[in-house]
């Protein structure tokens, strides 16, 4: 059985940083990553990382947020700095299989202005 567990959401103020996780269990995971979703917008690609370590980023967040995984774990990290009130929302953690693709039950991220 598959489970992902994100932590590390929270409220801050613009500029400051956050650490999310997710710990994931139960296969082998070829690409894991975080998307997000903001009230009233449609879930969107914030980073992924494959198992062989390359990344792609979300435009918006290039230069800021960085993701990174330890696969000893079956852990993802999304460091995210310099954070602005428009990076607000819940954070999903995703794992993918080659035949499947599997969420966390997400994060809330608040930033301040």
């Known amino acids: 059985q598959v489970q992902l567990v994100e932590s590390g959401g929270g409220l801050v103020q613009a500029g400051e940083s956050l650490r999310l996780s997710c710990a994931a269990s139960g296969s082998l995971f070829v690409i894991m990553g975080w998307y997000r979703q903001a009230p009233g917008k449609q879930r969107e690609l914030v980073a992924i990382?494959?198992?062989?370590?390359?990344?792609n980023y979300a435009d918006s967040v290039k230069g800021r947020f960085t993701i990174s995984r330890d696969t000893a774990k079956n852990t993802v990290y999304l460091q995210m700095n310099s954070l602005k009130p428009e990076d607000t929302a819940v954070y999903y953690c995703?794992?993918?299989?080659?035949?499947?693709?599997?969420w966390g039950q997400g994060t809330q991220v608040t930033v301040s202005s």
């Open positions: 995703n794992a993918r299989t080659v035949v499947s693709s599997y």
């Open positions: 990382i494959t198992s062989a370590g390359s990344t």
